[in-house]
């Protein structure tokens, strides 16, 4: 399927979100809310059958974070990128993917780790790479005086 | 919702006959500070839990303070055995994200660089299995080896592992001038070496019996875990980011993608031996064609990404890198995601050793081809 | 013969008669037995050291490398400055080992060569004990050394040590069949288990030749076995380094883990000397038939040195193995033992059985 | 019986697998003159390293002890590390004009990961990357390195 007819049928089935063209590939922006619904239905659809999670990691903006899934096919092999925004940043929740794709369980604990998000029905939400006493550095209040140096 | 904890707790109760073995943070067999919580019973795994973070070095936390150019050097470390596929993935992400198109020469050499890198990947994956598996003289068969490709990567670029080669607009130096003889003369030798691989190893009937059947990964699964590289082209996974997304001089050349059937830890072992076959083909094809030109375009001093969120995806030695770079216009990116093979690929350890015994989790892990900055970043 | 005159009987009779006649019998006893101790003792110690040198240049050259170079010429001293090492360690003793069992350990492993090592005839009259049932007596002895090697593994308090521990039991409890059943070939086609009789046999040709088929099968067999028995690669399981660190001696340091690491170069010794003995003539020169000149050329190198190029030989072969091979899995190492070298060494018993009563051997 | 005939042939393939294997590793035991290794410390009048080897960042002088460096600082805005502090101060020259020269070029050699990047981004090709390797010290210190030799001026002819 080529970009152009995903962002048809992506737009035509959700009315609600917001498809459109980026710098490369489709993007959707989901509420969060309808996320899981939402992915469990791209995954099923046999004429999208995103069943290959690529990458899937968060991004801290000022007032919300976002989680950013890169989709690919491997039966029509067209590429998407998903995106949904938590309502705040200061509990920031979403709605697990885990169920759909095994691989995200892992990437969504390393998010949770870096950016704080905690995934509803996560089977096992751990930090991977940090203990309790660090915050969550890749948002962009984190301040660190003992381990970062700025220039 | 599931009941949230802050804290890890071991879920499942330890049963009476099973007790915990900590393979890791130092071990002979993680190749680096990987600690698997390992479950047995006897010799028998239950369950393997891998805890990783030793070595996290903040590098997604540290580009967001860099430059583009500089951003490229950090990226040596993540992934070493693979330095350079890493650096042009940077590179090409950038690139992509100004429009700028970069001289026919650069693709050719860029590509030439990808398959050495993925050669010498390939030769220390091949020694350290060895070991692993208990070969010992393998690992320096294997090193021997690679001692020819880093020596050409020091002549061309001055360093043997973090090379820092490409740059956004190019590479950094044009090749030296005995770069292409180097280059053949390392080719007509390993060709004649890489045989003894398969006398020494593939052949070898303990070998086998090790890894035949051993680990077994299902098509279905290597998709669903995004298991990429040789171990998921091992599965069925047809993943091969040179062929379903061609860059640099990938469009330009003929070259399979060695596929495997089984998945089991034999034919991952396989699959990487042919890779080694198919990248020399590939530098044949290139190395005598190198169109003369510029080795780099002019970029201006300080780079500066227009505001958009960009993904370049290229094939590592170890599976699909991507590089996720999300600018709001400055010279520093505002969020940098590195999608590293080795961390999706390593989660998938619990599922498939399940059952095999430890000596077998050792196999299983040293086909996997783990880079543990790879997997921290 | 000519090689007779290498015979160490005139020496070992006249150390005995000078001290028969100046001490009481039961001194003599004592000093001959101090003699012959303190013998094996430094013969172990350096025979030891010298092996674990020999072992890092071979498998040096099999890798391409040159092997330790720095401490003295080529390297030699190296062995000897890890060994003033070793010794000058710490004794580590974890906090909640088995105090006895784990200090008790290392000395059973390294008595079990010490014993064996008794009747192996080096040269001509160059042997402490000579059994009728001398064969016997080894292999009997030799398979205590398991006993240290399960009671390190259980009284480290370890679980890498005790997964060890317990596969080098399974391993070596196994492997001891094999070991006894090939013996057991050589000595239906000898008739005796006195060690020094089997070499007197061997006069007019080596078991290996005499025996010819069956012997053959017997010599691969015990060769597989005698590795495996060693606890060398491909069957290094109790110790395997990528999956068990270091298995049954990671708690120990200093001389108790010198212990182990003497003891397994020992062992190998004596595995060599057994099938230097049983199947290659022990001390007997080689000769071809009836070149009498290329025999008596033969017949001029000593005993001693023929005794040890045998030795060496088999040794380099064992460790041409481990330099080669990957490591078997535990289940593989009894699949070979019980589905393989079993039935063949069964196999192998009834045809010598065969050979002998019809007097197809040379 | 097949399965018996199996049996021995499965021994004999698999002996044979074994023997290959060896053959291999024999052929490398009885070539020693191919030996690999290089003894270091003892080589090191032999040993020439690539002309492209990035070993440290000097700064060349001439006889005269001239370099090239205005300090201008964009090889401190280029390192990733912060490996180079440039230190400048105003001279008068003879024309009269206040102008801001070099006083102290200094290197982090500790902090440097030989990434070449301040080799590229210096205009006046003033530093580049030197052949040492041999960096070990008893004494951190001694890592912080001035590039710029003292009494050294600058060029003539070198733009600004």
Redesign the interface.
Known sequence: MTNEQLIEQLTSANPDAVVKQGSQYPEITVAHDKLHAFMQNIKSDSSLAFDYLVCETGVDYPTFIQVVYHLESTAHRHFMVVKANTENRETATLDTVADIWPTAEFHECEIYDLLGIRFNNHPNLRRYFLDDTWGHPLRKDFHDDIHVVER | ??E?S???IV?DEIKADE?L?NIGPQ???THGVLRLLTR?EG?IVHNVEP???YI?S?I??MTE??SY??IV??TDRMDYLSAHMNNEAVCLCVE??LQVEVPERVKYIRTIFDELQRLASHQLWWCAS????????A???GL?DR?DIL?IF??????RL?L?YS?PGGV??DI?PNFQKSVKAFITKFRKKLP?YD???T?????Q??TKGVGVLSKE?A????VTGPTGRASG???DVRK?HPYSAYPYIKFDEKMGTDGDSFMRWKVRMDEMWESMNIIEQLIDNIPEGDFAVKMK?VIKLPE????Q?VESARG?F?V?I?SDGKKNP??V?F?SPG??NL?TIN?IAKGW????L?AIMATFDLVIPDI?R | MAFEKYDFTPITQSIHQALIENVSPLLTTIIEWTIIGVLYLLFIAVFGLFLVYAERKVCAAFQQRLGPMRVGPWGLLQTIADFIKLLMKELITPKSVDKFLYNLAPFIVIIVPFLTISVIPFAPGLQSLDFDIGIFFVTAVSSVGVIGVLLAGWASNNKYSLIGGMRSGAQIVSYELSVGMSLITMVILAGTMQVSEIVELQRGGWFLFKGHIPALIAFTVFVIAGTAETNRGPFDLAEAESELTAGFHTEYSGIKFAFFFLAEYINLFIVAAMATIVFLGGWMPFHFGDWAAFNNVMDFIPGLVWFFLKVFGIIFLIMWFKWTFPRLRIDQILTLEWKYLLPINLFNILLMATMVLLGWHW | MKSFFNYIAEIFSGVWTLLTGMKVTAKYFFTPWKNVTQQYPENRDTLVMYDRFRGEVIMPHNDNNEHKCTGCGLCENACPNGSIEIISKSIVNEEGKKKRIIDQHIYHLGMCTFCNLCVRACPSDAIVMGQKFEHAHWDRSSFTKVLNLPGSKIMEGIKE
């Open positions: 919702m599931a949230f802050e804290k890890y879920t007790y073995v071990h002979p067999s047995l010799e805890h990783i973070g996290h903040g997604e936390k303070a860099l150019p500089q050097h950090l992509n994200a060895g070991m692993d598996l208990g070969a010992l003289t690992f320096f068969y021997r001692e020596d020091e002549e061309t670029c001055g360093a973090t820092n740059v950094m130096f030296h003894e006398k020494l190893l052949d070898n009937i303990i070998f019996n090790r699964d998709i669903a875990f995004g996974f047809s993943c379903h001093g958009g969120e960009f993904y995806r699909e991507g996720y999300v505002y969020r995601k999608r961390f999706s989660f599922h015994k430890i000596a077998d050792v921290d």
